[in-house]
């Protein structure tokens, strides 16, 4: 059957193709996708092509699909799977598969015939093998494409970890009760983490959120609030970092700095900062993936010694954490809605992902089977004058605080232009 799909052909080489899936084999699925939220990484896969981990080196004649943060519908299922997937059920999939053999290897990087941003796919047999076709049995498809960014941000507090003087001991995750920072993080991924840090099993006590954006910042203050976060026992309070604010986030500890500190910005100042203010034993976890293969930035080896502070990053997350993500979606526990900014159809996700860095705001969500241009939400009710589509859309998103829903979702999935 055809599929249409965003392939990469090279570097910078990015296009909307119409072309056949091959024949489904027995260990196979072919599956619909609904929702695609664009990431980063995939803007960064563009630039790079075939010189990112995750691209083969042939894609100029065998191109890949693009999009990872996806969830759809199971149209297909193989003789080998039948009995344990079922036609018509939901399903999102964890795309890292952490392969032993091929450990970069990944829907929406790595495969002809799967990745999100797509109408069909074909979902090869590793993918069952390794227990990474998930179930989702949530009301929107949209949460279950946000549960792969989520993950992520489960997999960095996860990789957190802190030490014992004397034993030769990590002890994993985030440290709970203490002090935390999140730099530059009020975009998509950084309000994600603080949904988690406020709502996890494993809290902070102080939670410190710093951006050199003021709008961003009273946004996100706007979604999580310190009277809320207060009612939970955690002290929450958003600073603007744009000057020097090292002495004003220590005087916030009392001058022991922080415990766990999380960067979501590529900037040397933003990775210096954080250094400086770790406390003892204090775990800087750089979340924001660089372009730049040179990238550094400087680091107190003075306090590495005698204070035991330490650095880790993370590159996604794995299948337990898209587990417990899409559990925390289910019980109401968090909610990544806030992190979407802008819809569109299948037809604008080339010039979205081409252009993703210059675009404002925060994840941008593809209804792969639509046609719509990319529109952010606090647009709606301004086109809204002259398009009764977006009138009803403003109206169905005023309701909700101004962000998306699911009756958002329905109404989009009932009433917009099929591609």
């Known amino acids: 059957m055809k599929t249409k799909g965003l392939r990469l052909h090279g570097k910078n080489d990015l296009r909307l193709d119409e072309f056949d899936l091959p024949k489904l084999k027995e260990d196979e699925i072919l599956a619909r996708v609904v929702t695609d939220s664009i990431c980063m990484s995939t803007y960064k896969t563009v630039l790079q092509g075939s010189e990112h981990k995750r691209v083969p080196s042939d894609i100029a004649e065998n191109p890949v699909m693009m999009g990872h943060e996806f969830c759809g519908e199971l149209i297909k299922v193989g003789a080998k799977w039948q009995g344990k997937y079922e036609v018509g059920s939901k399903f999102t999939i964890q795309t890292a598969l952490n392969q032993k053999h091929d450990p970069f290897a990944a829907p929406g990087f790595s495969y002809r015939y799967i990745g999100g941003t797509s109408t069909y796919v074909i979902i090869p047999n590793e993918v069952m093998e390794l227990d990474c076709l998930l179930r989702f049995d949530g009301e929107a498809y949209f949460h279950g494409s946000m549960s792969e960014p989520m993950s992520c941000i489960i997999g960095a507090f996860h990789a957190s970890y802190h030490t014992r003087q004397g034993e030769y001991v990590h002890d994993m995750g985030i440290r709970e009760g203490g002090a935390m920072a999140i730099i530059g993080g009020t975009g998509p991924m950084g309000l994600g983490a603080i949904d988690y840090a406020l709502h996890c099993g494993r809290r902070p006590k102080l939670l410190v959120v710093t951006d050199i954006d003021e709008s961003r910042l009273r946004r996100a203050q706007a979604i999580y609030t310190p009277e809320d976060a207060r009612e939970d026992g955690i002290e929450l309070v958003y600073l603007n970092t744009h000057g020097d604010s090292k002495q004003e986030m220590m005087a916030l500890t009392n001058g022991d700095g922080y415990d766990d500190v999380m960067v979501f910005a590529q900037v040397k100042q933003a990775v210096e900062l954080s250094d400086s203010v770790l406390g003892k034993d204090g775990c800087l976890n750089f979340f924001a993936g660089p372009t730049d293969t040179a990238f550094a930035a400087d680091m107190n080896f003075y306090n590495v010694h005698y204070s035991a502070t330490h650095v880790v990053g993370t590159t996604g997350g794995n299948k337990d954490d898209m587990k417990e993500a899409l559990v925390l979606m289910r019980d109401g526990a968090i909610n990544p809605t806030a992190m979407i900014t802008h819809v569109g159809g299948l037809d604008c996700a080339v010039e979205t992902t081409r252009n993703l860095a210059n ?27 002259v398009d009764p589509f977006f009138a009803e859309l403003a109206i169905i998103t005023r309701s909700n605080n101004g962000m998306w829903s699911a009756q958002a979702e329905k109404y989009i999935i009932e009433n917009a232009k099929e591609i």
């Open 359 to 385: 675009i404002a705001g925060g994840k941008k969500l593809i209804y792969t089977q639509k046609s719509m241009p990319l529109t952010a939400i606090a647009d709606f009710e301004k086109l809204g004058k």
